[in-house]
């Protein structure tokens, strides 16, 4: 049996599919797995199985519906017998039933896009199927009936295997910022305006962790290696790469990690699925949705009456910094390694 799984953004969701990816790879009859991506998060293909197939289509790009033609071409050479739609979006719904006749998605109360569900068979859930990990893993379980009908499908942890060349990688970055061993992570990035606390928090919060060893600020883009740079000046013990590492260097450093603080972002769900203590900070979003599970996790949530909310944007901003950096710190304290 060949599949194809539409998952096509963001880093985070890309990371929460991955169970439903192994329940597949376990499957005795599927002999072949592909995996269609946005071209903007290609760099996800190095975390994948070697023996998964990954397409990636600029959704993005200059030519973004004669790239997606050519996309969904070749793919239905392919002659899928199982297409999974993760994104539950209009486009990736769209994308899915012109490459093939069989494609499984998300049912009207959980899809992201309502109007994707004309596109997919949807699969009824669970109603306490809350987990996005939950979630993929009902889709990907419906067609071979292996998924409780009565109970909720159970979480598993995201996984990531963190192979030699990454931690190779991540050692030799660690030696260009010229810090050894233990240390501290701190990313600054938020992939919008409602999950990220305020600029101010990180020096703060920079400095207390420096009070006890090494600390290693992560970022993504411009914007925020100056948000790096701002944590940067409190201490000699906090340093910043001078270019945006690969994630096979991220990945490599996280696995070497006594902690790692971020917000609710793609880097923060990679560190906890190779294995890494986190802090997390919650805002318009909520850890139930799509935090990582376990003791070595912890959530730092704000608690106002609005949330969580789920907006991109807002005009009454009172989440995340109702959030505290002492609430941030006392965290990291409790679940440091």
Known sequence: MKILIV??????????????????????????????????????????????????????????LRDAWAM??????????????LQGLIKSGIMARAIGPNV????????????????????????????VVQLYRRIAAAPFNTAPDNEAMPYRSPTVEVTDIMRAKGKQALSEVGINEPFSILHVGGSFPTKRAPDSHWPTIAAELAEAGKVLVLWGNNEEQVRAGM??????????????????????LLERADVYIGQDTGVTHL??????????L???????RMGALG???????????????????CDAFICMPSIR????????REVKR
């Open 7 to 64: 998952k096509l953004s963001a880093f985070g969701d890309i990371i929460h599919a991955l169970p439903a990816l192994d329940d597949l790879i376990k499957q005795p009859n599927v002999d072949e797995i592909h995996w269609l991506v946005d071209a903007r998060f290609a760099f996800t293909a190095e975390l994948l199985p070697e023996s998964v197939k990954v397409h990636k289509v600029a959704l993005k790009g200059e030519r973004p």
């Open 72 to 85: 969904i071409k070749t793919l239905r050479k392919e002659e899928f017998d199982l297409i999974f739609d």
């Open 104 to 131: 499984l998605g998300f049912d009207a109360r959980q899809s992201p896009e309502k109007p994707n569900r004309f596109f997919v068979r949807p699969v009824p859930f669970h109603r306490d199927d809350t987990h």
């Open 231 to 252: 944590a940067c000046s409190v201490s000699k013990n906090v340093v910043t790469p001078d270019q945006m590492l690969s994630i096979s260097a991220v990945s490599g």
């Open 271 to 280: 560190a906890a699925a190779v294995g890494c203590p986190t802090v997390c």
């Open 282 to 288: 919650w805002g318009a979003t909520a850890p139930w």
């Open 295 to 313: 003791s070595e996790h912890l959530h730092v949530v704000a608690q106002v009456p609005c949330g969580p909310c789920f907006k991109r944007t």
């Open 325 to 332: 950096p002492e609430h941030i710190t006392s965290a990291w």
